[in-house]
């Protein structure tokens, strides 16, 4: 049947839940009762409801990862359960970016783009996460060496306010500093008669995103593979 009723689709799902992948346009109810019976169906509905989403979460938080772009609510209950899985979410909104922050600063490793108030809240909350900011502002750069002067080895272009601000604060760290500028050079050896030389670039944060990139593309693979072979088996 091409367009099957949503009453032939409930006596279908009922027996068969699986058989929701072979429906294109399955009713919310429909969708509903798969999902309750099997959560895992929930990787067969190309674009499930929102109740339907919500649903599948609940039952198993590693359902995120095969819902394509689940709604702010959806995200919200995953991460609210457990802050790694963030991971799953290709473009998680601001509100979901602070909760994981809230529960594991760390993260921030699997945020693409996270907004300026999540970096800062990241680094405010264990200043060694400025590691995964590609380009932080003064602000983020700030925060990090006032928790812990060493973590300017983080940053590859310290601004020199931030420099000054190491550089005042503890000679070890100073000695870390990428790129000085020529006032900082100066300083640096009237204070500790240390001369400053262009560091090495910090630690690899474009290889940060290329395994973030991977882990997310490797398990919506590993879902896809799923899918397939729970649709054969009915």
Sequence with gaps: IASPGERVQLSVIRSRPAYIGFISNPTEKAQLTAVERRAECISLISKPAVKVQLMAVLKDTAHIASIKEPAEKVQLAAVQKNPEYIRHIESPTVKVQHMAIQGNADTLRHIKSPADTVQLAAVQAKGETIRYVSEPSEVVQLAAVRSNPLNIRYIENPTEKVQFSVLHADREAAALISSPSEAVRKQAEEMYGLKLEKQEKPADRAGIFRNT???????????????????QAG
Excluded: L, S
């Excluded at 991977?214 to 899918?227: L, V």
């Design 213 to 231: 990139a991977h882990t997310q593309k490797k398990d919506r693979t590993e879902y896809a593979i799923h899918a397939k072979t729970f649709r």
